[in-house]
């Protein structure tokens, strides 16, 4: 399985880019990164994903190294509802399933 | 499109008795999975469905606990009978297609509190 580090907790001041980073070593080939995150109690809330090449949405922009072990999510204008745990996720085929295993995240606190 | 929804929100229950959660994915998904969060511990999987059939529950903790998704559109998940262990919240996630690069959209989850 392919494990991924995460810094617990990193905070921003809102309006400016907040990057969270990810260590992901043992990533295998056909293993994507994906990454979500949840806010408060609710449901965990899909926000970008990506193989090998940098990825952009409306939400996010995802840069992952070119040997792939390790990726930067970026959100380019923090704001304060940004504030959540944000997980880095590679997904792990078992039993026929890609399974996406979340670990303890990034706790981003986004401030005034 | 509306999204994953769980019923009920909350739920409190005695130990011993019996609750049964459920999930409506987002049609046309035929992948739903299940997961739990115990208090202070990680998200993790329970099981996945594909259609009505059970894909993978390996992460499924014991025999009180039973998913259907009969007809391949919603899920039930019954915990019976329940114990303390069981508190913590139960998500539901729906993907539309298999394979490595399916993204999975969650529910907001049920909160079971076993007292």
């Known amino acids: 399985d392919a494990k991924t580090t995460q810094p617990p907790s990193m905070d921003c001041a809102e309006g400016r880019a907040a990057n969270l980073p990810c260590n992901h070593s043992?990533?295998?080939?056909?293993?994507?990164v994906y990454w979500y995150r949840q806010i408060h109690s609710q449901g965990p809330q899909y926000i970008i994903h990506?193989?090998?090449n940098n990825e952009t949405n409306e939400m996010a922009s995802l840069i992952i190294t070119e040997d792939r072990k390790s990726s930067t999510l970026i959100l380019p204008h923090a704001t304060l509802r940004d504030t959540a745990v944000y997980y880095c996720?590679?997904?792990?085929?078992?039993?026929?399933?890609?399974?996406?295993?979340f670990g303890r995240g990034t706790s981003l606190i986004v401030h005034p | 499109e509306a999204g994953v929804t769980q019923f009920p929100s909350h739920s409190v229950i005695e130990k011993g008795q019996t609750v049964t959660l459920r999930c409506d994915p987002i049609?046309?998904?035929?992948?739903l999975y299940w997961y739990r969060r115990v208090m202070g511990k990680e998200i993790k999987f329970l099981l996945h469905?594909?259609?009505?059939?059970?894909?993978?529950e390996s992460g499924m903790p014991n025999n009180r606990f039973l998913a259907e998704r009969t007809g391949g559109t919603y899920s039930t998940l019954k915990v019976q009978p329940a114990e303390l262990e069981d508190s913590g919240v139960y998500f539901c996630?729906?993907?539309?297609?298999?394979?490595?690069?399916?993204?999975?959209?969650f529910g907001p989850g049920t909160r079971l509190t076993v007292l």
């Open positions: 043992t990533i295998s080939g056909n293993e994507y």
């Open positions: 990506g193989l090998k």
């Open positions: 996630a729906s993907s539309q297609t298999g394979g490595g690069a399916d993204t999975q959209y």
């Open positions: 469905f594909v259609k009505e059939s059970k894909q993978d």
């Open positions: 049609s046309g998904h035929d992948n």
């Open positions: 996720i590679v997904r792990v085929a078992t039993g026929g399933s890609y399974i996406p295993t």
